[in-house]
């Protein structure tokens, strides 16, 4: 079945820098749009980032544009998400998932996503 494995969490402090990783097998990872959400403890899931299609147009949260850059490598088959200037408020264990709507418009939704990785916890402290 088709997996998405996430990695490159841990524990950064304030101002740091983290990239995480996402590696897909068993899709046609090329058509599928790739978002990136994460979740507090004690908040719903929210979306963060997200790239429609083949290598199209990226999309970011307010409050994050700026300091995240989404990307993909469809040789790859891997999305990344690098994080700057990272600030307590982005605690949350971060999550990727793929639609196979390929320009969907709705990629801000958890539910237009078919396929959902494991999470990789990223703590940031003061």
């Known amino acids: 079945q088709v997996q998405l494995v996430e990695s490159g969490g841990g524990l950064v402090q304030a101002g740091g820098s983290l990239r995480l990783s996402c590696a897909a097998s068993r899709l046609t990872f090329s058509s599928y749009t790739m978002g990136w959400f994460r979740q507090a403890p004690g908040k719903e899931r929210e979306f963060v980032a997200a790239?429609?299609?083949?290598?199209?147009?990226?999309y970011y949260r307010d409050g994050v544009k700026g300091r995240f850059t989404m990307s993909r490598d469809n040789a790859k088959d891997t999305v990344y998400l690098q994080m700057n200037s990272l600030n307590p408020e982005d605690t949350a264990v971060y999550y990727c998932?793929?639609?196979?709507?390929?320009?969907?418009?709705?990629?801000?939704?958890?539910?237009?996503?078919?396929?959902w990785g494991q999470g990789t916890q990223v703590t940031v402290s003061s």
């Open positions: 998932a793929a639609s196979s709507r390929a320009r969907t418009v709705f990629f801000r939704r958890t539910t237009e996503y078919d396929y």
């Open positions: 790239i429609i299609g083949s290598g199209g147009s990226t």
